[in-house]
DNA sequence: GTCTATATAGGGATAGAC
DNA sequence: GTCTATCCCTATATAGAC
């Protein structure tokens, strides 16, 4: 098995279990390989396979989310786009956000600083296209800041109350709340 | 020491690592108690401890934000005190959301409906406020929803990006986006 | 009510055969 | 590259003295 299948293999795990309620033994039966084995592929053990989860990530991330705000289309439809592969990205509101997650405990420490680039970059990101659309370059900052706010909070609460209402009406208000 | 200045001391410990990262060395550490004498109060272990520590925030939450809802003043003037009990019961934004830290891992599935209802309580008695000061019932509910994601995603926000502006942000447009 | 000591299980991690 | 077997450590939990 090819280190980036068993990487696909082990997201949902950290997703559901967290970075400290995930276990070797957790991370063995999820992708099917002994945990020799496991080392085989990660000599860093559980906090390298994390990290290689957290990148792996970011990549189709950035792949889907942050590539939708780099195109050469006007923001309005740029910002349309994010919100659809913010949905898709998010399993509709029903996925955890591994950056979220990451965020906590004993993780916090371990990944505090590429957590905290990661969604700079998005904030950044976001906030030039805003910036594009015409916004004033504080206000843009803010509102970007503002939708980071939104998309966690609403994943917060649709796993509380256990009803993706709230995210997806985030999702709809995102554009005009952004772009006026 | 009595039952009530334990919990007391093991709240931080949960805020800080989880309910997965906090240890019974952890605790014994931040109470002064050995693990036995933990036992001798919760028998229950680690869950009744956070089980107890779960049910103490609660009533210190609703002590504070809660009832700042349930006076005899106006709409307005009672949301603004629960703004500012929210602010100060977050550490402007430094204290994680324990509600939203049993929403996570193996704490999900033993505290979930807890959790829930806590939150639901919440929902509810903030949209009968907005209700009181004049607005439609199902915006009420709507808008006491993005109240709780604003709140639970900028203490996310504030965590990442060590900056507590966002959450100050938050709370202090609170009223008005409320309220209209 | 608190302690020391200990039981039992599971965690992360490694050695070495195949 | 994967396995079995094993090591060490820490976790939860308990027994029993004081």
Redesign the pocket.
């Known amino acids: 098995?090819s280190r980036e299948q068993a990487i696909a293999k082990l997201i949902p795990v950290f997703r559901k279990y967290g970075y400290e309620g995930?276990?070797?033994?957790?991370l063995s039966k999820a992708s099917?390989?002994?945990?020799?084995?496991l080392?085989?592929?990660f000599?860093g053990?559980?906090?390298e396979i994390a990290a290689a989860v957290f990148e792996y990530v970011g990549i189709w991330f950035n792949k889907t989310v942050l590539n939708s705000l780099q195109s050469e289309q006007k923001p309005e439809l740029k910002i349309q786009a994010m919100c659809k592969n913010l949905q898709e990205f998010y399993g509709n509101g029903k996925e955890s956000c591994f950056s979220a997650i990451m965020s906590f405990g004993e993780a916090n420490n371990l990944f505090h600083d590429r957590v905290k680039h990661r969604i700079q970059v998005l904030i950044d990101t976001l906030a030039q296209v805003l910036i594009e659309g015409g916004i004033e370059p504080e206000l843009a900052k803010v509102r970007s800041q503002d939708a980071m706010i939104e998309i966690q909070g609403a994943l917060i609460l649709v796993r509380i109350i256990d009803d993706t209402e709230p995210f997806e009406r985030a999702i709809e208000n995102l554009p005009r709340k952004l772009l006026n």
Chains 1, 2 share one sequence.
């Open positions: 098995m995930t276990t070797l033994s957790l099917g390989l002994g945990k020799a084995s080392y085989h592929h000599p053990g559980k906090e």
